[in-house]
């Protein structure tokens, strides 16, 4: 078989790609290192009947008419609003933090008077950074950023990036927000709903085209090599002259020529309990690691379609640094940036360039955090850049 495309990565962003060129008339390849599709994306039914997402909690939540119509080929959906409680005081309080987290961390009057000077000054239905908090006149409301600071953002940014209070940069932290409101959803998106039959299936479904052959368990470099010198891609030994749509980490593809892109791991500790663990889908751990050594729990019963389930699966999480032989931490989850490190992915890119058929896409092809609409819009727009190069 003669192939026009060759797609590395059966995630969103070589998925969508490769569905699109098939629905073109090319005929497309997949080579896909793991043993299933969807990238960080699947899940499975787990022996405790709880749909079960391998690589993290995944909840599906958009402002783009575009991105939903798209996937509404693949899917239906049921509706599912996220949130999200935070252990702060040895309190489950609503995060991001709102009127209600006030309301149940401080004493009446006081909860009152923060609640009035927050709503006079800012408004309801706002998000204010604690950087705009700290600057306001009232004592109270300078200790509140405070507050947040440590409580929400602080330990739980320590445990997550293993960093040093002075090692946080001060720019991100002004930004964490209070949100005035009542509304104790974790997103505000207008679309948020979960595929009805799991995110594994829209990958099924999408991917299952006569112009579509899928390679599991196969690593890029086991089929396709990169001649530097030449500027070449080669299949199997001989130049290729289709177009090559990388989805991988971008440093792996050219053998760390240019030194390595570093990265935040996770490991999952998964517990079968009776009945429901805690009361949402997410609980954060805001608490320092001397307390509790994880960084947040999962309930995935939480985001199923009204599940009549006897037992519950929950999945605790542990932030570790990335290294692609530890027995922990060896996927690449978050991208670690320093100017320094933005620099070498810059040259990266450049690289690519001299390439006239190498087309780049994803969270790891590109080093930077998509999440899910963004990048089947990325895929999308991308897709009707390169498809008549
Ligand atoms: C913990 C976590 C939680 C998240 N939660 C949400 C959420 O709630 N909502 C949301 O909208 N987004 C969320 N996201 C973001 C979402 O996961 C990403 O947007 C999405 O996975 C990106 O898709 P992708 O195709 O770029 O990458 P991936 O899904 O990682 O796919 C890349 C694929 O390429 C394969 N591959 C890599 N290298 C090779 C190689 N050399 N050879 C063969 N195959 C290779 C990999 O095995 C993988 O299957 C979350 C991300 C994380 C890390």
């Given at each position: 078989m003669k192939y026009d495309v060759i797609v590395v990565g059966s995630g969103y962003a070589g998925s969508v790609t490769a569905h699109k060129f098939a629905q073109d008339g090319k005929k497309v390849l997949i080579i896909e290192r793991?043993?299933?599709?969807?990238?960080?994306?699947y899940d499975y039914i787990d022996e405790n009947g709880v749909n079960y997402h391998k690589y993290g909690p995944h909840i599906f939540h958009t402002n783009s008419d575009n991105v939903v119509e798209f996937l509404s080929q693949f899917t239906k959906w049921y509706p599912y609003e996220h949130r999200v409680l935070g252990k702060i005081n040895n309190q489950f309080v609503p995060i991001p933090f709102n009127l209600k987290s006030i309301e149940m961390l401080f004493e009446e009057d006081k909860a009152e008077r923060l609640k009035k000077i927050l709503i006079d000054t800012y408004g309801m239905e706002t998000k204010v950074p604690i950087l705009e908090l700290r600057k306001n006149d009232d004592d109270e409301i300078k200790e509140l950023a405070e507050f947040i600071y440590e409580k929400v953002f602080l330990y739980y940014t320590m445990k997550q990036w293993d960093l040093s209070p002075e090692e946080i940069d001060p720019a991100v932290t002004g930004r964490v927000p209070v949100h005035?409101?009542?509304?104790?959803?974790?997103f505000q998106d207008k679309f948020q709903n979960m595929p009805k039959d799991g995110y594994t299936k829209i990958f099924e479904r999408m991917l299952n085209h006569e112009n579509i052959d899928i390679l599991l368990n196969t690593d890029r470099k086991d089929l396709v090599t990169i001649d530097l010198e030449n500027k070449q891609i080669l299949y199997k030994g001989e130049v290729f002259d289709g177009k090559l749509v990388y989805t991988g980490a971008i440093d792996e593809l050219f053998d760390y020529h240019l030194g390595k892109l570093p990265y935040r791991s996770l490991d999952f500790v998964i517990e079968t309990h009776d009945?429901?663990?805690?009361?949402?889908g997410t609980v954060n751990y805001n608490t320092p690691k001397e307390e509790d050594a994880f960084t947040r729990i999962t309930e995935y019963k939480h985001m199923m379609n009204n599940p009549k389930l006897e037992k519950t699966t929950i999945a605790v999480e542990y932030s570790y640094p990335y290294?692609?032989?530890?027995?922990?931490?060896n996927i690449p989850y978050y991208p670690i940036f320093t100017d320094e490190i933005k620099n070498r992915y810059d040259e990266y890119v450049k690289l690519t360039k001299e390439f006239n058929n190498l087309h780049l896409i994803g969270r790891l092809a590109q080093f930077r955090y998509y999440n899910m609409d963004g990048i089947v819009e990325a895929a999308l727009k991308e897709y009707e850049n390169i498809k008549f190069k």
């Open positions: 793991r043993d299933h599709i969807g990238g960080n994306m005035i409101s009542y509304d104790d959803r974790y009945d429901y663990f805690q009361g949402s290294d692609i032989d530890a027995e922990k931490g």
